[in-house]
């Protein structure tokens, strides 16, 4: 299964920005939806990630408050609306899909997940 994800540039701090991701196939059973970072030099870290059913979210302390994650309007689809973006926030994005349910695992890892997105550069200048 495919994702493409869509959006990201850049942008001036304070300013908002949409990433899309859309899944190619399997939408109906798909777990969790994610939306990692990896800035230059650091570890890929979580966002933001939303239960499929039930739509529950989950989002990094450095992002909550700024950062929502939904579906999208076409089927299979998860948008991440950035707001009020600091220029820490520079990095590139990828999504994430996950269609298994694991009782152990806490959906914040980049192990927890099957299929990713070809990454999204998002540049905040100062």
């Known amino acids: 299964v495919q994702l493409q994800a869509s959006g990201g540039g850049l942008v001036q701090a304070g300013e908002s920005i949409a990433l899309s991701c859309a899944a190619s196939?399997?939408?109906?059973?798909?777990?969790?939806m994610a939306w990692f970072r990896q800035a230059p030099g650091k570890e890929r870290e979580i966002v933001a990630r939303?239960?499929?059913?039930?739509?529950?979210?989950f989002f990094a302390d450095s992002v909550r408050g700024r950062f929502v994650i939904s579906r999208g309007n076409a089927d299979g689809t998860v948008k991440l609306q950035m707001n009020s973006l600091k220029p820490e926030d520079t990095a590139v994005y990828y999504c994430?899909?996950?269609?298994?349910?694991?009782?152990?695992?806490?959906?914040?890892?980049?192990?927890?997940?099957?299929?990713w997105g070809q990454g999204t550069l998002v540049t905040v200048s100062s």
């Open positions: 196939r399997r939408a109906s059973t798909i777990y969790f």
């Open positions: 994430a899909a996950s269609w298994t349910v694991c009782r152990s695992c806490s959906y914040s890892a980049s192990n927890d997940y099957e299929s």
């Open positions: 939303l239960h499929w059913r039930t739509g529950s979210t």
